[in-house]
């Protein structure tokens, strides 16, 4: 009788530790996952404030590219309103020599003063451009109706600039430092540039003063560096993500 005794309460106190130790596996079991549960629910806030950050950021720019379409449009209407009034005076001054050169210094002169605030797309050669038709003309090597009909074209040209994209190579000076470069040109909203040596950013207007800045941070190089991977092959539309380098373009109102 005390054998079976002494076996039952062998049995019972072995049912109890395997009771006591499967109470604190359970309660490390629990621990962990209450412990993957914060780490998930950390995860989880943070991705919503990361998400809410990338939207408020597209926000911002969608705001910025809306104002600037904006700004490229009116620059448009000023444009074919300069067009308009360059037919008015020509009907006002009729064939007179000297009449059309007053009209022709004017148009050349609005221009130029709008084409130095623009995004710096071969500035210095579109001014030139327009140099080169007054001297001309106040050479005689143009006959005033032909300076005019060039600066039509101008004229034409600067409103074509802001609905097209493409690729281009021109001189940009970055550390102070000329260079030949490869920009990709976003009408005339966005201007991005890449060297042979693979630099790569894009204009930017200081004070007034419009200049280059090198993105180094290494995910905003792939966005650039896919952009001209695209235009390369002729891939021109479509969405980019892309860094914000929208030009804050003036236009006189």
Do not use: C
Request: charged share 35%; net charge positive.
């Amino acid at each position: 009788m005390k054998r079976v005794t002494l076996l039952f309460l062998g049995s019972l106190i072995v049912a109890s530790s395997l009771y006591a130790k499967s109470e604190e596996t359970m309660a490390k079991e629990l621990m962990k996952l209450r412990a993957q549960v914060e780490e998930l629910s950390s995860k989880i806030q943070d991705e919503k404030e990361s998400t809410k950050a990338t939207m408020r950021s597209l926000v911002m720019q969608k705001n910025e590219l809306e104002a600037n379409i904006g700004r490229q449009e009116l620059k448009i209407k000023q444009l074919t309103m300069e067009m308009e009034k360059l037919k008015k005076h020509i009907q006002e001054v009729g064939s007179s020599a000297e009449g059309l050169k007053e009209v022709v210094d004017e148009a050349i002169g609005k221009l130029a003063n709008q084409i130095k605030k623009e995004l710096p797309f071969k500035t210095k050669e579109r001014l030139e451009d327009l140099l080169k038709i007054k001297q001309d003309m106040d050479n005689n090597v143009l006959t005033p109706q032909k300076a005019l009909a060039r600066v039509w074209n101008s004229y034409s040209d600067e409103v074509r600039l802001t609905k097209e994209n493409g690729l281009f190579k021109q001189t940009i000076n970055l550390d102070g430092k000329d260079k030949l470069a490869e920009v990709a040109r976003l009408g005339m909203v966005m201007l991005y540039f890449k060297t042979p040596d693979d630099h790569v950013g894009y204009a930017i207007e200081h004070q007034d003063n419009w200049g280059y800045k090198e993105v180094r941070d290494k995910e905003k190089r792939k966005l650039i560096l896919n952009l001209f991977d695209s235009m390369h092959k002729q891939i021109r539309t479509g969405f980019f993500t892309l860094p914000d380098a929208i030009a804050k373009s003036k236009v006189e109102r």
